[in-house]
């Protein structure tokens, strides 16, 4: 059991550049999230979606758009990436109870 | 506006000490708390997780919750090396699904 994948690892991206970061869950948990950590802002919620077919905007959703097709994907695509974009990117679910963490995507736009 | 804060350290702590780090938060309906431990270029562990007033205890690591003074705080004793982190607390209300998190306080234990 895998968990929470997600891909890539990392990605050196040039400014201007379309981008999707991947992130799959094999629990079948309904609730899903995408974060940015940037050093001395903690993690800051960009999009989530409680079910399949749903989503939702958090607290830093501009330039960022994400669907949910499926209940085990939420892709995360930056339409035209910016250097403020430049961060460490966790996917996430929930079960309802508590959250659990991918292992990361570091992107850093140029 | 949903707030959690910590203390941002560094919390230095001796090996074999017991480490206390605490969390206060904004929102009153908040029902659900988690100790989350990250390590260095590493994603967010659940660690623990606390969803009534009193102890919770697991291995070295005990939980305590005070909803009343809206407080929660994470223990770990026989602080080991291995422990030294950044512990990230968060909540979450019984009416969405969204989580809030504090900024963290890293901890460092010393040999």
């Known amino acids: 059991i895998a968990g929470i994948t997600q891909a890539p690892t990392s990605q050196i991206l040039a400014a201007g550049r379309r981008m999707t970061l991947r992130c799959t869950q094999d629990m079948r948990h309904n609730a899903m999230y995408w974060y940015r950590q940037d050093l001395g802002l903690g993690l800051r919620l960009i999009h989530y979606?409680?079910?399949?077919?749903?989503?939702g905007k958090g607290e830093v959703p501009d330039g960022y758009s994400v669907s949910r097709a499926n209940t085990d994907d939420f892709p995360l695509t930056l339409a035209s990436a910016v250097p403020s974009q430049t961060s460490v990117y966790f996917c996430?679910?929930?079960?309802?109870?508590?959250?659990?963490f991918g292992p990361g995507t570091r992107l850093t736009v140029l | 506006q949903k707030e959690v804060e910590q203390n941002s350290g560094p919390l230095s702590v001796p090996e074999g000490a017991i480490a206390s780090l605490n969390c206060t938060y904004s929102?009153?309906?908040?029902?659900?708390f988690f100790w989350y431990r990250q390590y260095s270029g590493k994603s967010p562990e659940l660690i623990m997780s606390i969803y009534s007033n009193g102890d919770k205890e697991d291995g070295r690591f005990t939980a305590q919750l005070n909803k009343a003074s809206q407080y929660v705080s994470l223990l770990i004793r026989d602080s080991q090396p291995s422990d030294s982190a950044t512990y990230l607390c968060a909540v979450k209300d019984n009416y969405g699904q969204n989580f809030v998190f504090g900024p963290g306080t890293r901890l460092s234990v010393l040999p």
């Open positions: 996430a679910s929930s079960d309802g109870r508590e959250q659990f």
């Open positions: 979606s409680n079910t399949a077919g749903t989503t």
């Open positions: 929102d009153r309906v908040s029902q659900s």
